[in-house]
């Protein structure tokens, strides 16, 4: 059975400290892996990997895949309060499952002032 | 450009009544998903409808169904609603099937089952 695996499942920081959010899969046909963030609401998109070892990044948020041992990291540098959230892990494969992402159960995140 | 719309924001139902919820996708997306967010489970997939056909279906009973209209509009409907059935339920466009697009969320429905 396909699953997506997210560790920790909840994290508290101070302000500046830096965090590694963990998501490792087992997922048949691998199409993509997505990081979402979730405050209140809907989840907005943060990246999307295809290729092992290249680095994605936006300002000081960073992730990166390797598909040989099948897991994903997403960095945050200097956290911020407004960091505090919900962030997801999700898993796209191809076949018969186009159009549906597999997701962890997210890393609840709260940055302390 | 809009984003995906979701309507009601909040449901409050008993049990045993059926619900219809209703999700906009972005203007030219033809691709919706819909997925059921509880604390317990986090975010399953329920369904995906393209061109106004289910794709593809995750595991939930047959009190869950859905359909897509000749705009893109989806529907989903959960007939006999019991507790469990309290969730946010969230639902997703993207530009095209097999597009490499990633699919954006709408703001979900809040369905609380007394």
């Known amino acids: 059975e396909d699953k997506v695996v997210q560790s920790p499942l909840s994290l508290v920081v101070h302000e500046g400290d830096t965090v590694t959010l963990n998501c490792s899969y087992e997922?048949?046909?691998?199409?993509?892996l997505l990081w979402y963030k979730q405050e209140k609401k809907a989840p907005t998109f943060l990246f999307m990997l295809?290729?092992?070892?290249i680095e994605k990044k936006s300002g000081r948020l960073s992730s990166i895949l390797d598909k040989k041992e099948l897991f994903s990291i997403l960095n945050i540098t200097a956290t911020q309060t407004g960091d505090s959230a919900i962030y997801l892990c999700?898993?796209?494969?191809?076949?018969?499952?186009?159009?549906?992402?597999?997701f962890g159960k997210g890393t609840k995140l709260s940055v302390k002032p | 450009k809009a984003g995906v719309t979701q309507t009601p924001r909040y449901l409050i139902k008993t049990r045993g009544q059926q619900v219809t919820l209703s999700c906009s996708p972005i203007s030219g997306h033809r691709s919706v998903s819909w997925y059921q967010q509880t604390p317990g489970q986090g975010l399953q997939f329920l369904f995906e409808y393209f061109s106004e056909t289910q794709r593809n279906k995750g595991n939930f009973p047959g009190r869950f169904s859905g359909r897509q209209f000749s705009n893109s509009r989806s529907e989903m409907n959960v007939s006999t609603l019991e507790l469990g059935d309290s969730a946010l339920y969230l639902c997703a466009s993207r530009a095209r099937q097999g597009d490499r697009d990633t699919q954006y969320f709408g703001p979900g429905t809040r369905l609380t089952v007394l």
């Open positions: 295809t290729s092992s070892g």
């Open positions: 999700a898993v796209e494969n191809y076949g018969g499952s186009q159009g549906n992402l597999i």
């Open positions: 997922v048949t046909n691998f199409r993509s």
